[in-house]
């Protein structure tokens, strides 16, 4: 598969630290995938799928309480690589995601039982692994961080105005329900914020779609 | 120092991937500290002091909010290493913790300096430091999300059930102010608790001191 290797080299920077059959190993164990807008990838503990390489598409990462509450902790785009599918191979690494395709997704995917391998027999492959999980890790407890010390009206005002710059648009299609779950709240919290943020002249809401007014009163609620 | 060379062999499992000029590097540059009760031993990301590897006493390792709150995130004991305390030279962990001494404390102390030399020029070292780092920063989300996710009445349950255990008493010793700042919370928030929990029969309320009573069903809400 010689756009897997093009893709390993550019990515992987242990590359020319494996022998020739470990670089075989790889090739042979990665294929192409495909996760239709809203299919779960992986599921926490459930599942061990291998490394994720996107080519196209939108991957969301994320936490969930045993009733169900979720948290968005980070979002992998073209080119990113998501390790965290393959934890299972890496044994210090005891927090567990779960992944959904947020939209149509084409990745490369290396089995985790040939990942388990190539980590056992080559340093350079696991120290590379274990640099990227704690890159990650870090980052997720950052936004774990700012959610707990954070207050609910800042959150939703940082959502709102990052949401908002993602899109481009000063629209935004969610409902509460929706907005909720991004930001590990409850949605009686988002509705009532919302209530107050319209009050304000701040935002217009209809349903399931939210219109952000006044952008500098957000900013200053957001602290940014 | 013979006592650093012997507790490094039991301790890194790379010492014997490292050459003799990196073994005499690092005994170089280790030495006894020692913290007194109440000090602080890493504020977060204005130090970095190196790796700690305890010989007695307790540190107490935790995060803080822009605006001074506390988040204990664990603790350390004899023969535990604190590896966080030189994240400055793990470019990929990128999450800064506070230490400080709980108890009056005695540790190894390996500086900064001497440790990014050895994780620049030794793959198994770097591996290792990164594989630690790995599995402080899981420990740490875990905690943060059961924070996140509980309520305050099950987290307050949970800490009185696990400070009595770890002091084998049912009276514990702390203000209402002191155990906020475990927990994470507002001191208002475990004034009000602890109110609820005293007219319930579950603990007896005196000042700077709280007594177990009904130890069955504080684990009922600890869902233990």
Redesign the interface.
């Known amino acids: 598969m010689q756009e897997a290797t093009d893709l390993f080299i550019r990515h992987f920077k242990f590359w020319d630290k494996l022998t020739e059959s470990q670089k075989d190993l790889l090739n042979q164990h990665t294929r192409t995938v495909h996760y239709q807008k809203g299919t779960q990838v992986h599921r926490g503990p459930l599942d061990c799928i291998g490394v994720l390489l996107i080519k196209s598409g939108q991957l969301r990462v994320y936490?969930l309480?045993?009733?169900g509450?979720e948290?968005t902790l980070y979002r992998l785009f073209d080119e990113d690589i998501a390790i965290l599918s393959a934890s299972c191979t890496?044994d210090?690494?005891?927090?567990e995601v779960y992944i959904d395709a947020e939209e149509d997704t084409e990745a490369l995917l290396t089995d985790a039982g040939a990942i388990r391998s190539l980590l056992d027999a080559n340093?350079?492959a696991?120290?590379y692994a274990?640099?990227?999980?704690?890159?990650c890790?870090?980052?997720?407890?950052?936004k774990?961080?700012q959610?707990?010390?954070l207050s609910a009206d800042r959150r939703l005002a940082i959502f709102l105005m990052e949401e908002s710059e993602k899109l481009g648009s000063d629209e935004i299609h969610l409902t509460h329900e929706q907005i909720a779950r991004y930001m590990?709240t409850a949605r009686e919290v988002v509705s009532r914020l919302v209530k107050y943020f319209t009050q304000e002249g701040l935002v217009k809401g209809a349903r399931g779609k939210l219109t952000i007014l006044d952008k500098k009163a957000l900013q200053e609620i957001a602290g940014m």
Not at 92 to 95: A, G, L, P, Y
Not at 130 to 135: I, L, T
């Open positions: 936490t309480s045993e009733d509450r948290v890496l210090e690494v005891t927090f340093i350079y696991r120290c274990y640099e990227k999980a704690s890159r890790l870090s980052e997720m407890l950052w774990l961080q959610i707990l010390f590990g």
